[in-house]
T-cell receptor
Framework: GQSLEQPSEVTAVEGAIVQINCTYQTSGFYGLSWYQQHDGGAPTFLSYNALDGLEETGRFSSFLSRSDSYGYLLLQELQMKDSASYFCAVIDDKIIFGKGTRLHILP | EAGVTQFPSHSVIEKGQTVTLRCDPISGHDNLYWYRRVMGKEIKFLLH????????ESGMPNNRFLAERTGGTYSTLKVQPAELEDSGVYFCASSRGLYGTEAFFGQGTRLTVV
């Protein structure tokens, strides 16, 4: 079977740094993506990792370790607008999403 | 360029009725996906088209769901007859390529079966 595991909820303080982990077990693997979804909105693409290592895009970074079937999304200098659900997604021959992590940000 | 558009944005139907959801992908995107999110849970894969062909429909819950993609352009997802458990938000996404190319999502159709 195929499964992606990520925490259901994470709480952090405005201005701080938070890391959302994702472990996966899938029959195939080409890469790991991260999506953000605000309440009532559509998922929007944040990042993609095909190779091991860290990819940085502004305040957001994403990491992948293929040997460990593990990745994370790192959000720095948290802002209230970052409150949303974050989904990791494995790119196989289709896109398979995890169950999402609800990020709560405290002022 | 226009994004992925879905119609309708909301639909409330009675159990046993039929509903057809439509998705217009971004022009030139061969890959089209349907997903469903129920009650804030996971974004569950339903099926994947490459052009007009069904690449993978392993996520379709049962034969009450029928998806088509006419001429490799827009797609429809029909639920017939609808059941209460079909309620949720149905998202469509499209991408130009698959490996590493980001998927663009529509705003979703919120389906409520009463």
């Amino acid at each position: 079977g195929q499964s992606l595991e990520q925490p259901s909820e994470v709480t952090a303080v405005e201005g701080a740094i938070v890391q959302i982990n994702c472990t996966y077990q899938t029959s195939g693997f080409y890469g790991l993506s991260w999506y953000q979804q605000h309440d009532g909105g559509a998922p929007t693409f944040l990042s993609y990792n095909a190779l091991d290592g860290l990819e940085e895009t502004g305040r957001f970074s994403s990491f992948l370790s293929r040997s460990d079937s593990y990745g994370y999304l790192l959000l720095q200098e948290l802002q209230m607008k970052d409150s949303a659900s974050y989904f990791c997604a494995v790119i196989d021959d289709k896109i398979i999403f995890g169950k999402g992590t609800r990020l709560h940000i405290l002022p | 360029e226009a994004g992925v558009t879905q119609f309708p944005s909301h639909s409330v139907i009675e159990k046993g009725q039929t509903v057809t959801l439509r998705c217009d992908p971004i022009s030139g995107h061969d890959n089209l996906y349907w997903y469903r999110r129920v009650m804030g849970k996971e974004i569950k894969f339903l099926l994947h088209f490459v052009k007009e062909s069904k690449q993978d429909e392993s996520g379709m819950p049962n034969n009450r769901f029928l998806a088509e993609r006419t001429g490799g352009t827009y797609s429809t997802l029909k639920v017939q007859p609808a059941e209460l458990e079909d309620s949720g938000v149905y998202f469509c996404a499209s991408s130009r390529g698959l490996y590493g190319t980001e998927a663009f999502f529509g705003q979703g159709t919120r389906l409520t079966v009463v």
